[in-house]
């Protein structure tokens, strides 16, 4: 597989995961409308989205910035073995 260089595909793909991430927490929140249910999908996307950070910024360039990352599964796979 090759890596993704044209700023539009990479664009369009963000704005796809955006669709993605928009419409399955509005139905989810269409099933069960209570406050709690919109909580913990706020908090879901929040958490999910500083743990991607996390991943991908934090410890390349305050961690370890000799390492770069291919994807969660190899960052995952670098912190469990230090």
Known sequence: MIDLKSPFW???K???FLVILGTSAALVI??????RIVALICLTIWASARLYYYLFY???HYIDPSYK?????SA???L???
């Open 58 to 60: 934090v410890i390349e």
């Open 76 to 78: 995952l796979r670098n």
């Open 14 to 16: 963000g704005l796809l």
């Open 80 to 82: 469990v073995g230090k």
């Open 30 to 35: 269409l099933q069960m409308p209570t406050s």
């Open 10 to 12: 990479i664009h369009l």
């Open 69 to 73: 990352f291919s994807g969660i599964y």
